[in-house]
């Protein structure tokens, strides 16, 4: 859990480089500096604090979050309405946390979700990511 400084200095001496980089879900989306040192030097991001590192600092971006809500809402009508009537029922929803974890996932981060509800489990479950990962662009 060091700064991009200290990964910098690290790297300057280090026999062995560091191979995962853990760090808070936050900095993904606000340390951009951090994140491209990272994948330059093919160190591997493992987010902890998945949710709470986004979904406790909403405040702090809120038109983010906003963004990511409105993505949900509108997420949800393109997979119910692209599955046949019969499974439409089964589509699961598709929460700003299953968004988030989606994202991820497609980007090669790691994560370790928990789930402290059962709401949460659905959120988490590889079915639910993987019809979230199958209307993300590439980039």
């Known amino acids: 859990n ?3 400084d200290d990964t910098r200095e690290l790297i300057k001496f280090a026999q062995i480089w560091p191979h995962i980089y853990q760090g ?3 900095l993904i989306f ?4 951090l994140m491209s040192f990272l994948r ?5 991001f493992q987010a902890y604090a998945v949710m709470s590192g986004i979904f406790d600092r909403r405040q702090e971006s809120p038109g983010a979050f906003h963004i990511l809500s409105t993505l949900s809402l509108e ?3 393109v997979i119910q309405s692209s599955s046949p009537d019969n499974t439409a029922a089964t589509q699961p929803d598709v929460t700003e946390a299953t968004i988030l974890l989606a994202y991820f996932v497609h980007s090669n981060i790691g994560i370790i979700p928990r789930a402290a509800a059962t709401a949460h489990q659905h ?4 079915s639910s990511i993987k019809a979230v990962i199958q209307h993300l662009t590439p980039e």
Do not use: R, T
């Not at 330059?40 to 591997?44: E, M, P, V």
């Not at 959120?123 to 590889?126: D, G, K, L, V």
């Open 2 to 4: 060091f700064e991009l």
């Open 24 to 26: 808070n879900s936050w």
């Open 30 to 33: 606000h340390d951009p500096y």
């Open 40 to 44: 330059g030097h093919d160190i591997f």
């Open 75 to 77: 997420l949800n009508e």
């Open 123 to 126: 959120e988490n479950a590889p």
